[in-house]
């Protein structure tokens, strides 16, 4: 059975970090796109970072660029994404989601993705 598993959020202070997993079952994470989105309730749902499969190229959103930093651990079949100098603005649910038909990661949208994990809280605040 195909699976994906987010750990890893929880409440942190504004400056503090965290760092995300995202863990699959079923199926190798090493030969596809990898990206996190984040969502507030309510409001929009956003692309926070990816990372290709081809190159290991990542790319970032601007309101993470600097601070975020996505990576494959390629023996656990696990993505991290290390969360760093992090504020209230960062509050959200955290999903990892995998593109099996690209190679390259382009931030793209949540229905263009294949797989989709259940997501993980972080809250950032003191």
């Known amino acids: 059975q195909i699976q994906l598993v987010e750990s890893g959020g929880g409440l942190v202070q504004p400056g503090g970090s965290l760092r995300l997993s995202c863990t699959a079952s079923?199926?190798?994470?090493?030969?596809?796109?990898v990206q996190w989105f984040r969502q507030v309730p309510g409001k929009e749902r956003e692309a926070v970072s990816c990372?290709?499969?081809?190159?290991?190229?990542?790319k970032y959103a601007d309101s993470v660029k600097g601070r975020f930093t996505i990576s494959r651990d390629l023996g656990k079949n696990t993505v991290w994404l290390q969360m760093n100098s992090l504020k209230p603005e960062d509050t959200a649910v955290y999903s990892c989601?995998?593109?099996?038909?690209?190679?390259?990661?382009?931030?793209?949208?949540?229905?263009?993705?294949?797989?989709w994990g259940k997501g993980t809280l972080v809250t950032v605040s003191s």
């Open positions: 079923g199926f190798s994470l090493d030969y596809h796109v």
């Open positions: 989601t995998v593109d099996t038909y690209g190679t390259d990661c382009l931030l793209g949208s949540y229905d263009e993705m294949d797989y």
């Open positions: 990372i290709s499969s081809s190159d290991g190229s990542t």
